[in-house]
């Protein structure tokens, strides 16, 4: 998908204040999560209230790291509407501590594999009722270098 024209008004509703798509000065997908300034801990989503220290107005937002490392995936054959199947769930795994349940892409099967680095992308998750491509945050698998 070319990031530039990343079109703003098909996000998903669910996940537009998770993530920031592409835009003309940043060419990034950047997801948005809360670190607490006591504690230290990072938490996705973002929360208003510390649920490590319970603590109020120790939140700040921060982008969290692009790259990942994948946990556990499975590949779904039986899609719901709106999905094409075969695609792929997962959890990653990010450099700040926390796991993401996600969708993950690759071109090539054989790179799927836990521990294989992922890089966050902005792309169609699945189709709405009018056929309608939706948006939202993904990661696609890294080829090995």
Do not use: W
């Amino acid at each position: 998908m070319n990031q530039a024209t990343f079109d703003k008004e098909r996000i998903d509703p669910v996940l537009a204040d998770m993530f920031i798509p592409p835009s003309s000065h940043d060419n990034e997908t950047h997801l948005v999560a809360s670190k607490c300034n006591k504690c230290g801990v990072y938490f996705f989503p973002k929360r208003h209230i510390c649920p490590n220290c319970f603590e109020e107005g120790t939140l700040e937002d921060k982008y969290l790291s692009n790259e990942a490392s994948i946990y556990t995936y499975c590949v779904v054959r039986a899609a719901p509407v709106g999905f094409d199947s075969p695609y792929i769930l997962g959890y990653v795994d990010l450099p700040e501590g926390i796991r993401i349940f996600t969708m993950i892409e690759t071109d090539n099967m054989d790179d799927l594999k836990i521990g294989a680095r992922v890089r966050l992308i902005a792309g169609k998750i699945r189709r709405d009722e009018n056929g309608e491509d939706v948006m939202g945050y993904k990661f696609s698998v890294m080829k090995e270098r």
